[in-house]
């Protein structure tokens, strides 16, 4: 690092600002500053922004600078933080700032101003990113869509877990489908699999990535598209990264406490602070704990959240960072019910009261998800940057859960309905280790980037399945009316007596990718990469009594990354990306209880981001075309065995096209608009993934007015096409679906609208009240195969929020 000093005293954080991404000031970041005296929050926003502020330290270091939180530009939190300090700042270069009086700057002459004598930083520290390829590249420079929902969003609206905040994103699509009350994510007409933490593939199981809440969580960053290098294998659908919250080297503490309909209680802990004089060590911990019952009788939901995370600066050139981190969250689900049936025995859609609950009295769900994770960064120089981290993850079910059999009970009486209870217990063990270096070299008179990036993943799964049996069979038993307050009370607890399903999986992944950005030209920049991959798996399956299955597989090779970024003007660029997309099949077995071959295939974006309003509005229209091969297919005649048996097809195209606005139309007025439409067909042009909508409408705007902030939510799709169970000897006059004696039948598309009103009571207090399903609509949220649940109807939270 050269400088040269001057007759101004400069207070910033030279050495950790090579700890933080190559932040422009034009360039649009997570910004979390507390109030503090001004040396100290320039310091903060070095450290955020990588931005350099200059100034004479006698004439300021006793003035505080104002609190800024949000997604902002580096150049806006600048001013933010400046608001009524008596100071303004005046742009040198890119990342330079001069801080100037108000009171005199407009008696200097311009040749004056313009060449006051400050330090100068040659270069900035390049750092490793959660971009796609892990290069260092803002969110315009990405050469696919990326939404980031950060934590101004998720507390405006109050999206408390993950589930509710993909739920408001851009292009992504929730489906519930019943078991277990799970939920599948699909964009782009593709189901989401990849998760990331930090940047670093987490590899999640048994589920529990969209279970997690969001309280522990900076912003949410979701990638759609091919997973380019940076998550390994999946679909071409989204990535989601989950961006933790990380230590303040000054004192926060806030506290926040809910309540809401259906005794819904919550509160929130996050406080944060040094830990020594010298700021090199400081921890933030988060706790969280939720109890709330629901709309369905008997049923009621407990959380428990706690996470810290510590950071420190090690050596006495602070060049070297360590986070450790450990997040754990307990969800038990009591009176967990399946839903209730689509059908009578005449072949009417059943109509119940929406608090009608079938489980029996034993009903429960209980998640356990615990976290370790430990991240080194070292920087050799401005051009250099090593990392390394390791994360050990466990997940862990356990349930009882209860079904009901084909519809054969009376419309009038509601009487003759059989159900049964099933015991469940999951367990899920992830290992993942990281180890990257990323750098720039020169060529050519211009400056690239280069990125190694490494990784080894080793995944456990085991899960245990019981049932109650006599001489054989099931023991079902007869639930009371449909019709009645509780038609499950009466039931005896089950003995589970026979293990009927077993299962074991043992995945290992080790990939090695090399990414580069190379500086074509002022205007074109050229992203490339090319991953190395080989996965190991070994699966046991056995289903009662029968022959089980014990497999081994492995499989080998490579998948490419090319990107190309054109800058037209320094707000609008085009791009273009080509991705090969991969995933193992694993999980899904021939004919000859044989794995699938992997899915491969392509994915081509083409699309332009444009800056508007001083940065202050971001719009990002993409066009997409994805075509698959080897894609795993039921084979109707194993659809009802265990396990399913599959086939492989070739071709499942999606082509369509995404538009997002983002930011501010006014300085008062946010806005997020998201529209998403394609087609996906395969080879035959017959449509696939029908439960997924071709359209996808959301819109998120809030409004502010001196204290007071006014919210709109609306979320709208198409109607769509699931699998549904026939009712024996009667004609529903629906077309044949894709399940072995399953019927397409249509879940209706919706619109629902959401409200949030917020007030600023003082500087320190806030209340927030959020309304969901403002017009109380009637749909259902649930609906294929055998059950059906309704979505929630009108509900509200009562937030209030203090910052000390």
């Given at each position: 690092?050269?400088?040269?000093?001057?007759?101004?005293?400069?207070?910033?954080?030279?050495?950790?600002?090579?700890?933080?991404?190559?932040?422009?000031?034009?360039?649009?970041?997570?910004?979390?500053?507390?109030?503090?005296?001004?040396?100290?929050?320039?310091?903060?926003?070095?450290?955020?922004?990588?931005?350099?502020?200059?100034?004479?330290?006698?004439?300021?270091?006793?003035?505080?600078?104002?609190?800024?939180?949000?997604?902002?530009?580096?150049?806006?939190?600048?001013?933010?933080?400046?608001?009524?300090?008596?100071?303004?700042?005046?742009?040198?270069?890119?990342?330079?700032?001069?801080?100037?009086?108000?009171?005199?700057?407009?008696?200097?002459?311009?040749?004056?101003?313009?060449?006051?004598?400050?330090?100068?930083?040659?270069?900035?520290?390049?750092?490793?990113?959660?971009?796609?390829?892990?290069?260092?590249?803002?969110?315009?420079?990405?050469?696919?869509?990326?939404?980031?929902?950060?934590?101004?969003?998720?507390?405006?609206?109050?999206?408390?877990?993950?589930?509710?905040?993909?739920?408001?994103?851009?292009?992504?699509?929730?489906?519930?489908?019943?078991?277990?009350?799970?939920?599948?994510?699909?964009?782009?007409?593709?189901?989401?699999?990849?998760?990331?933490?930090?940047?670093?593939?987490?590899?999640?199981?048994?589920?529990?990535?969209?279970?997690?809440?969001?309280?522990?969580?900076?912003?949410?960053?979701?990638?759609?598209?091919?997973?380019?290098?940076?998550?390994?294998?999946?679909?071409?659908?989204?990535?989601?990264?989950?961006?933790?919250?990380?230590?303040?080297?000054?004192?926060?503490?806030?506290?926040?406490?809910?309540?809401?309909?259906?005794?819904?209680?919550?509160?929130?802990?996050?406080?944060?602070?040094?830990?020594?004089?010298?700021?090199?060590?400081?921890?933030?911990?988060?706790?969280?704990?939720?109890?709330?019952?629901?709309?369905?009788?008997?049923?009621?939901?407990?959380?428990?959240?706690?996470?810290?995370q510590f950071h420190s600066y090690l050596g006495e050139q602070e060049n070297t960072e360590a986070r450790f981190t450990i997040h754990y969250q307990g969800l038990n689900h009591r009176g967990l019910q399946w839903g209730i049936p689509l059908f009578y025995d005449n072949g009417f859609q059943v109509k119940v009261d929406e608090s009608t609950n079938l489980a029996s009295p034993y009903a429960y769900q209980d998640r356990e998800h615990i976290g370790y994770t430990l991240k080194l960064t070292h920087q050799l120089n401005l051009d250099w940057e090593l990392n390394a981290a390791v994360y050990y993850g466990t997940n862990e079910l356990k349930s009882i859960f209860s079904y009901f059999a084909a519809p054969s009970?009376?419309?009038?009486?509601?009487?003759?309905?059989?159900?049964?209870?099933?015991?469940?217990?999951?367990?899920?063990?992830?290992?993942?280790?990281?180890?990257?270096?990323?750098?720039?070299?020169?060529?050519?008179?211009?400056?690239?980037?280069?990125?190694?990036?490494?990784?080894?993943?080793?995944?456990?799964?085991?899960?245990?399945?019981?049932?109650?049996?006599?001489?054989?069979?099931?023991?079902?038993?007869?639930?009371?009316?449909?019709?009645?307050?509780?038609?499950?009370?009466?039931?005896?607890?089950?003995?589970?007596?026979?293990?009927?399903?077993?299962?074991?999986?043992?995945?290992?992944?080790?990939?090695?990718?090399?990414?580069?950005?190379?500086?074509?030209?002022?205007?074109?920049?050229?992203?490339?990469?090319?991953?190395?991959?080989?996965?190991?798996?070994?699966?046991?399956?056995?289903?009662?009594?029968?022959?089980?299955?014990?497999?081994?597989?492995?499989?080998?090779?490579?998948?490419?990354?090319?990107?190309?970024?054109?800058?037209?003007?320094?707000?609008?660029?085009?791009?273009?990306?080509?991705?090969?997309?991969?995933?193992?099949?694993?999980?899904?077995?021939?004919?000859?209880?044989?794995?699938?071959?992997?899915?491969?295939?392509?994915?081509?974006?083409?699309?332009?981001?444009?800056?508007?309003?001083?940065?202050?509005?971001?719009?990002?229209?993409?066009?997409?075309?994805?075509?698959?091969?080897?894609?795993?297919?039921?084979?109707?005649?194993?659809?009802?065995?265990?396990?399913?048996?599959?086939?492989?097809?070739?071709?499942?195209?999606?082509?369509?096209?995404?538009?997002?606005?983002?930011?501010?139309?006014?300085?008062?007025?946010?806005?997020?608009?998201?529209?998403?439409?394609?087609?996906?067909?395969?080879?035959?042009?017959?449509?696939?993934?029908?439960?997924?909508?071709?359209?996808?409408?959301?819109?998120?705007?809030?409004?502010?007015?001196?204290?007071?902030?006014?919210?709109?939510?609306?979320?709208?799709?198409?109607?769509?096409?699931?699998?549904?169970?026939?009712?024996?000897?009667?004609?529903?006059?629906?077309?044949?679906?894709?399940?072995?004696?399953?019927?397409?039948?249509?879940?209706?598309?919706?619109?629902?609208?959401?409200?949030?009103?917020?007030?600023?009571?003082?500087?320190?207090?806030?209340?927030?009240?959020?309304?969901?399903?403002?017009?109380?609509?009637?749909?259902?949220?649930?609906?294929?195969?055998?059950?059906?649940?309704?979505?929630?109807?009108?509900?509200?939270?009562?937030?209030?929020?203090?910052?000390?």
């Amino acid at each position: 690092m050269n400088f040269r000093l001057s007759r101004l005293a400069a207070i910033s954080a030279l050495l950790t600002s090579q700890f933080s991404a190559t932040v422009f000031a034009s360039d649009t970041v997570n910004i979390n500053i507390q109030q503090a005296p001004l040396s100290q929050c320039l310091q903060q926003l070095n450290r955020q922004t990588s931005i350099l502020v200059t100034f004479e330290l006698s004439k300021n270091k006793q003035i505080q600078c104002s609190p800024v939180y949000g997604k902002l530009t580096a150049k806006q939190a600048l001013n933010a933080l400046l608001h009524n300090t008596g100071y303004v700042a005046q742009q040198k270069e890119n990342n330079h700032f001069v801080l100037l009086d108000e009171n005199t700057i407009a008696s200097l002459p311009d040749m004056q101003v313009t060449s006051i004598e400050t330090i100068e930083v040659y270069g900035k520290a390049v750092s490793r990113s959660s971009s796609p390829t892990g290069l260092d590249l803002s969110a315009q420079e990405t050469p696919q869509s990326i939404s980031i929902i950060d934590i101004d969003f998720i507390q405006d609206y109050g999206l408390d877990d993950i589930e509710k905040v993909l739920n408001n994103t851009t292009g992504v699509y929730r489906y519930k489908y019943g078991t277990s009350d799970d939920t599948l994510f699909s964009a782009r007409g593709f189901y989401v699999n990849d998760y990331v933490k930090d940047g670093m593939p987490a590899g999640f199981s048994s589920g529990q990535e969209f279970r997690l809440d969001s309280t522990v969580y900076e912003s949410v960053e979701v990638l759609r598209g091919a997973a380019g290098l940076m998550a390994g294998a999946g679909e071409p659908s989204a990535t989601i990264n989950l961006m933790t919250k990380r230590p303040t080297r000054d004192p926060l503490l806030n506290l926040s406490a809910q309540l809401g309909s259906f005794n819904h209680k919550r509160v929130d802990i996050d406080a944060s602070s040094a830990l020594t004089s010298d700021g090199k060590h400081a921890a933030r911990i988060v706790l969280a704990y939720e109890d709330q019952d629901t709309f369905v009788d008997r049923e009621n939901k407990e959380k428990k959240v706690f996470y810290t995370q510590f950071h420190s600066y090690l050596g006495e050139q602070e060049n070297t960072e360590a986070r450790f981190t450990i997040h754990y969250q307990g969800l038990n689900h009591r009176g967990l019910q399946w839903g209730i049936p689509l059908f009578y025995d005449n072949g009417f859609q059943v109509k119940v009261d929406e608090s009608t609950n079938l489980a029996s009295p034993y009903a429960y769900q209980d998640r356990e998800h615990i976290g370790y994770t430990l991240k080194l960064t070292h920087q050799l120089n401005l051009d250099w940057e090593l990392n390394a981290a390791v994360y050990y993850g466990t997940n862990e079910l356990k349930s009882i859960f209860s079904y009901f059999a084909a519809p054969s009970f009376d419309m009038e009486t509601g009487l003759g309905l059989l159900g049964q209870d099933a015991s469940f217990n999951d367990k899920g063990t992830v290992r993942t280790i990281t180890a990257s270096a990323i750098g720039r070299i020169e060529a050519f008179d211009r400056e690239h980037q280069i990125n190694l990036t490494y990784l080894t993943n080793a995944t456990e799964y085991d899960s245990l399945s019981y049932e109650e049996r006599e001489n054989g069979e099931r023991v079902e038993y007869t639930l009371g009316s449909i019709f009645d307050k509780n038609p499950a009370g009466h039931l005896p607890k089950a003995i589970f007596n026979t293990q009927f399903v077993k299962k074991a999986e043992d995945i290992s992944e080790d990939t090695f990718a090399i990414s580069g950005k190379l500086d074509m030209s002022d205007a074109l920049d050229v992203v490339l990469g090319i991953k190395f991959y080989q996965y190991k798996e070994k699966r046991f399956f056995q289903y009662l009594n029968f022959p089980a299955s014990d497999e081994k597989s492995d499989d080998n090779g490579s998948s490419k990354y090319l990107g190309l970024v054109y800058s037209f003007t320094d707000t609008v660029n085009a791009y273009a990306s080509y991705t090969d997309t991969y995933k193992p099949q694993f999980g899904m077995l021939n004919e000859n209880l044989k794995p699938l071959n992997a899915i491969t295939g392509q994915n081509i974006e083409l699309g332009i981001k444009a800056s508007l309003l001083n940065d202050d509005l971001m719009i990002n229209l993409a066009l997409f075309d994805t075509l698959l091969k080897n894609v795993g297919e039921v084979i109707p005649e194993y659809a009802e065995q265990r396990p399913v048996r599959y086939r492989e097809v070739d071709g499942a195209n999606s082509k369509g096209f995404e538009l997002e606005v983002s930011g501010k139309i006014t300085e008062n007025w946010d806005l997020i608009f998201g529209y998403t439409q394609f087609n996906l067909e395969d080879q035959d042009g017959d449509k696939v993934n029908r439960e997924a909508p071709r359209k996808l409408l959301k819109i998120n705007s809030l409004y502010s007015y001196n204290d007071f902030t006014f919210g709109l939510a609306l979320q709208w799709n198409d109607d769509t096409k699931v699998n549904v169970r026939g009712v024996p000897g009667i004609d529903l006059e629906l077309p044949l679906g894709t399940r072995r004696g399953a019927l397409l039948d249509t879940k209706e598309g919706h619109a629902l609208l959401s409200a949030h009103l917020g007030y600023q009571v003082t500087e320190q207090l806030d209340v927030k009240l959020h309304v969901r399903n403002l017009l109380d609509k009637d749909y259902y949220d649930t609906y294929g195969f055998v059950p059906k649940k309704r979505g929630e109807p009108r509900a509200f939270n009562l937030t209030m929020n203090y910052k000390f």
